[in-house]
């Protein structure tokens, strides 16, 4: 059996200002980088053999809280690279939906018939990143991995695993530094923990941010 626990990255100004980051590299915020130490504290007792996260900055900190204090280095894995907004990156929210209003709102409503302009779609992000976790799954194999990525590539692999199509894209929250435990054991996944971010003083974030 293989467990991989699944974390988000913590906050970063884009999150707080509603900016669509996409692959754009931006760093923690301070919230953001106190949420990883308190993600790392939370899994300070929990033995962890290896540590990858996406290429990006705000992923790759994220998860160092955690590999430091056990002496690991954090392999790097790009297909868990956040979705490519193409057009959208950088742009606020409300910007998007006045230059895009059909676009936004099929986004917010059938999210997997949406192609980004200039961008992926669900369907991309999904096939890069489940072919991430199936080798990472059999090349770690009876070993505990520690795995940094991003909103919209935990959700569309929380979906895949659970049989669920792209259309159920917005039924899974990923809050920032949340932690997610998932298992694959005689080729069966199976999902432990979602979204817990009770190490962050919360059980209910109650936030809704308006950018990926």
């Given amino acids: 059996m293989v467990r991989i626990i699944l974390i988000r990255h913590g906050e970063t100004t884009w999150n707080v200002a509603g900016r669509y980051q996409g692959q754009v590299d931006t760093p923690l915020s301070e919230r953001g980088l106190e949420q990883g130490r308190l993600a790392a504290l939370a899994l300070e007792t929990v033995p962890i053999d290896v540590c990858i996260a996406s290429p990006l900055s705000r992923a790759q900190e994220t998860c160092r809280f955690a590999a430091a204090p056990r002496g690991l280095p954090v392999l790097t894995e790009p297909r868990l690279t956040e979705i490519a907004h193409g057009a959208w990156e950088g742009a606020y929210a409300d910007d998007i939906e006045a230059k895009y209003p059909e676009e936004f709102h099929l986004w917010h409503t059938r999210p997997d018939l949406v192609q980004m302009p200039g961008g992926e779609n669900l369907e991309d992000v999904r096939r890069r990143a489940r072919a991430a976790l199936d080798d990472i799954a059999a090349k770690y194999d009876g070993k505990t991995v520690l795995v940094a990525a991003h909103d919209a590539v935990n959700k569309v692999l929380l979906c895949d695993i659970l049989g669920l199509g792209?259309?159920?894209?917005?039924?899974?929250?990923?809050?920032?530094?949340?932690?997610?435990?998932?298992?694959?054991?005689?080729?069966?996944?199976?999902?432990?923990?979602?979204?817990?971010?009770?190490?962050?003083g919360y059980l209910v974030s109650g936030i809704e941010q308006k950018g990926l």
């Fill in 166 to 200: 792209m259309d159920h894209f917005w039924q899974i929250k990923q809050d920032n530094a949340c932690i997610n435990v998932i298992e694959r054991d005689k080729g069966a996944w199976r999902l432990v923990l979602t979204n817990s971010t009770v190490h962050l």
